[in-house]
């Protein structure tokens, strides 16, 4: 494939009229990360045979020229990490053979021209700029050109990344025609309404990022049907109701991130048997009750639960031990049961009872850096063997947990230890 790639000189200036400074070989890959600066010359769009346009982590300025109309051929435009400007033109949507194009980390303003819509082969789109402010659905219009119809792209889009903007407005129900999208990341804008129960349509999906949103309502049960999804992230909204049961069957699950929401209920003991690959749970600050079933320890390649901030009750379970891949346990509560006044995701408001004596079933975790037990009525002794814990343990934090007594002489085992909090001593 032949591609254009800009030489390695370190100091050449792109200027408009400077073309004769550049280095153009053409090659078989394209690399960026040559620190170019200027504007990007017209003269890029003459060699109407160029495939892949690279270049990414520079520093051009200015508007992106209409001479690359003239590039019908191209199918990869990386402009990533530049100080590029203005408005995306109209005229990108006459690209029609792209398949990958990303304008992210620039200094682009205003709307996303609806000519985007024109590139049925894309697969990949990068849009994570942060001066965008227009409602998606205007940004986005079928393919059929009806007023009331909208579309992300074509159903053969594979990636949308359109993270850390400023888009408002309702999820469109049509993206659930983009029947082949694989990643789907809209987190960090200000959307609103409910997830579209078509999103389970999407049986393509890997990734489902939703986070920091302004959404509501509850967590579609139809999501249970994206067998293939890794990542389902929909943290930082105002989502109520229960986990629906579906969502624990997604045997391919890595990460499951649903913290600071309005989710209730219990965690089902399902939890231990359908998410045998779950890597990472993120349930933290919501309203979740109940006891946190034994079951969770067959989740074998969990290595953070993040618990802090709900309303659970009873015995931290000793099976808890059995997760030997844990690097970071948080159970955090305090007794008042409070609703948080602040945004302080540190906030604890779970009331668990048990004895310290869990903490000897925790030695299985070899790779525990972080324990976070504070605000729960544990009551008894720090026992010696929290001297057993991993050499890895950097942060222990024990505050009112009513634990009295010494801290064990043996607790100097743990060599990177660096935070501890929460022993009294006996009156």
Known sequence: MWVLKLGRQREMNMCSHGLAKLAINLIQETRGHLGLTGTIPPQ???????????MSWNNFQGELPHELTHLRRLRVLNLTDNKLGGSIPSWVGSLQKLHYFSLKNNSFAGSIPPSISNMSNLERLIL????FNRELQSAFRSFAGGDDQYFLIGDSTRAALLGFNAFAGVLPAQLTQCSKLQNLSIYSNKFSGVIPEGFGNLTMLDELDLGSNELSGSIPPKLGHLKL???LSLSNNSLTGSIPTQIFNISSLQVLDLMNNSFSGN??????YGLMNLEELYLNVNKFDGVIPDSISNVSQLSILQLVGNKFSGPIPNSLGDLRLLTSLDLAGNLTGAEPQTEDLTLRFNFLRSKPDFISH??????LKDLSIGDNPLHGFLPISVGNLSTSLERLYAYSCEIKGKIPEEIGNLSNLWILTGVEPVQ
Request: net charge negative; proline share 7%; charged share 10%.
């Open 362 to 367: 925790l030695t299985n975790c070899s790779y």
């Open 267 to 272: 965690i089902p003991s399902i939890v231990g």
């Open 128 to 131: 994570s700029i942060e001066n």
């Open 229 to 231: 999804m890794e990542l």
């Open 44 to 54: 890029l769009g003459n060699p109407s045979f160029l495939v892949s346009l690279d």
